[in-house]
């Protein structure tokens, strides 16, 4: 069974494993102030800038 390759010649999973290596050497986990109620929280990363609290309550807000 053949992989289909990329214009570059690599795997999909080559692709996928270098989008897992590259994150921007700010994303780390760290106390950051929430977005919406501006309390401090433990960040997973860049992409994580709501406290759970505050996630929950816009989820079942909609």
Request: aromatic share 8%; proline share 3%.
């Amino acid at each position: 069974m053949s992989e289909e390759t990329t214009d570059l010649g690599r795997t999909q999973d080559d692709e996928w494993e270098g989008a897992r290596i590259s994150r921007p050497a700010g994303d780390t986990a760290k106390v950051r102030n929430c977005m919406a109620c501006g309390e401090p929280f433990e960040s997973e990363g860049w992409h994580n800038r709501m406290c759970r609290r505050c996630r929950k309550r816009t989820y079942y807000d909609g």
